[in-house]
């Protein structure tokens, strides 16, 4: 697809990197999210995720737990929260996803990471990181 999608249209100037994409790429549509890979023609690209309802806080994942808590976690260039929509513009990384090409040992990688998110991310509540209460229920 070389135009923007219309669900993205109207946030269009969120980022300007978004004004020189040359093709979207479906990746994943579920009925509360889309991802889309936007390409530019240097060969770089973006990752545009948009979440809708309560996918919509994942910008606020982000913004009050993952990054307080110092996690190795995308490049962020851009967000945007407003009622029930929530957009994050992150880097994107070339190859395939592992939604493209699944594999056992990618999940296992995957498993591993999450384990050390949690290890983090239980340091960083006992060291007083985290600021908003209502994640720690």
């Known amino acids: 697809m070389d135009r923007i999608p219309e669900s993205f249209a109207e946030y269009i100037d969120l980022h300007p990197s978004l004004k020189e994409v040359t093709s979207w790429t479906l990746l994943r549509r579920w009925s509360h999210s889309e991802v889309w890979r936007a390409n530019r023609n240097n060969g770089d690209s973006c990752i545009v995720k948009m979440g809708k309802e309560e996918n919509a806080r994942e910008v606020i994942v982000y913004k009050d737990l993952l990054i307080p ?69």
């Open 69 to 137: 808590f110092g996690l190795d976690i995308p490049t962020i260039y851009a967000s945007y929260k407003a009622d029930d929509i929530g957009i994050l513009i992150m880097k994107g990384l070339p190859g395939e996803t592992v939604e493209d090409a699944p594999q056992s040992e990618i999940f296992i990688e995957a498993a591993k990471e999450l384990a050390t998110i949690r290890s983090k991310a239980e340091s960083a509540i006992m060291e007083g990181k985290l600021t908003n209460e209502t994640y720690l229920y």
